[in-house]
């Protein structure tokens, strides 16, 4: 394990582990490792089932409308932040909270099935409801997960690696959705549309079961379950904590602002289809461009973030304004010159911002929040995202009206705004 630490450069963490138990200090180049395969494992099983880019394109191709590829990324966000206030004063009663990642990871799985399911029997609008429905039951279980997440990394990753392990998570499962997106392009693209699909849909399926087996294996000293509250209660103590302290409000704000990149990326996806008029094989060049994306950028995000996460999510903001503006520019072009080709660095320039943007709120958060109460600033923070959600979900049938230029000009006021109040937070 010696030479494991030396590798993940964790050897200085096994001397201090602050704030790690001192019993615990050993396990944490084992636990770097399953937190990091497990990641390998939902990060690929998140693209090829990828709300942003993969289920655009599939609803698309069977004809559900922009209408319900604008509602994806609100849905997913609804779903998977909006309950987390509940979840979290639940898992205070339990010394060890990694099963709430596994076992909602399997739940994932069934979902995902269920997916493919709704798509061999169904098409155009009612395969669109299908997919949005279970979207949410996916994105509920994944909020249980988010909360647990990062409680567990706090509890068995020091400070100064953690984003590190985020940017290992993304960096692998961008080096394995680089690989199959090369696979769709080369090899597959000659098959059934149905069929690439289904394929899709059963390696997610399978991957999701890894990533809970992965994090079940975690070895995670038992925390305080002294401090369980009622979802009630847990309400009224962030209404405290959210009163009493300015910085998290900002961070609220400037993180529901910053939610314009995965906003967008829908929208990207279904421009960049139509002004190029793709077959199926450009969602395999998309796919390819999603895990280089990943793979290059997220250890330089990672060691930024370490650094600053302020400074990161700043960065970040004005990465997605410019890609706006790229995407913007791109659809002015003269219609011999929108090639798949010239669009696909623009997905992977605005993939890389939305790692970028998810890194560095995670980390900040986690740097950010008092250890104690941790699981209530990450769910607090969470379920007022998740509200914020709600208004942002009537973008997709709004889209069916306004035309593209207006909904990126939104999305850089939204940009311009995080930026404001992301120069307003305190760093940690």
């Known amino acids: 394990m010696d030479k494991v630490a030396k590798w993940l450069n964790l050897e200085v963490e096994l001397r201090s582990c602050d704030p790690i138990k001192e019993e615990y200090c050993e396990e944490v180049p084992g636990n770097f490792l399953k937190n990091a395969s497990s990641g ?94 279970l979207l949410l039951f996916f994105s509920i279980a994944s909020g249980v997960s988010s909360v647990a997440f990062k409680d567990v990394m706090g509890k068995t990753i020091p400070k100064g690696k953690r984003g590190r392990l985020l940017a290992w998570r993304a960096t692998g499962g961008g080096i394995l959705t680089l690989l199959f997106g090369l696979a769709l392009y080369f090899f597959l693209n ?99 461009a999603s895990g280089i994306a990943a793979m290059v950028s997220s250890p330089f995000w990672g060691k930024f973030a370490d650094k600053s996460s302020r400074k990161l999510m700043l960065v970040i903001a004005l990465f997605g304004i410019l890609n706006c503006s790229l995407v913007l520019g791109f659809m002015y072009l003269d219609s011999s010159t929108q090639s798949i080709y010239l669009f696909a660095p623009l997905i992977l320039l605005n993939m890389m911002a939305h790692g970028g943007a998810r890194l560095s709120r995670k980390t900040y958060l986690t740097d950010f929040a008092p250890e104690k109460e941790r699981p209530l600033y990450i769910s607090l923070s969470n379920t007022l995202i998740g509200v914020f959600t709600i208004l942002t979900a009537a973008i997709g049938f709004i889209a069916e009206w306004l035309n593209y230029e207006v909904l990126l000009l939104f999305f850089i006021g939204m940009l311009l705004l995080s930026m404001f109040w992301t120069y307003k937070l305190k760093e940690v």
């Open 190 to 288: 000659s098959w059934d549309p149905m069929a690439v699909i289904l394929l899709l849909i059963g390696a997610a399926t399978l991957l999701w079961i890894l990533a809970g087996l992965f994090f079940a294996l975690i070895k995670e000293a038992p925390g305080a379950t002294d401090g369980g509250r009622t979802p009630l209660q847990e309400f009224k103590a962030g209404i405290r904590v959210l009163k009493s302290d300015a910085n998290l409000r900002n961070f609220v704000l400037a993180r529901a602002f910053l939610m314009a990149i995965p906003l967008a990326q829908p929208f990207f996806v279904i421009i960049g289809k139509e002004t190029t008029q793709a077959a199926f094989s450009g969602l395999g060049i998309f796919v390819i």
């Open 40 to 133: 390998f494992c939902s990060k690929l099983a998140e693209q090829l089932v990828s709300p942003n880019v993969t289920l655009p394109w599939i609803l698309s191709l069977v004809g559900s409308g922009s209408g319900f590829s604008g509602m994806l990324v609100p849905l997913k966000n609804l779903g998977s932040l909006l309950p987390q206030l509940a979840v979290s004063g639940a898992i205070r009663k339990y010394p060890r909270r990694k099963y709430f990642w596994a076992i909602p990871a399997f739940i994932q799985a069934v979902l995902v099935m269920l997916m493919g399911l709704s798509l061999m029997f169904f098409e155009g609008w009612e395969a669109g409801t299908a997919i949005v429905v």
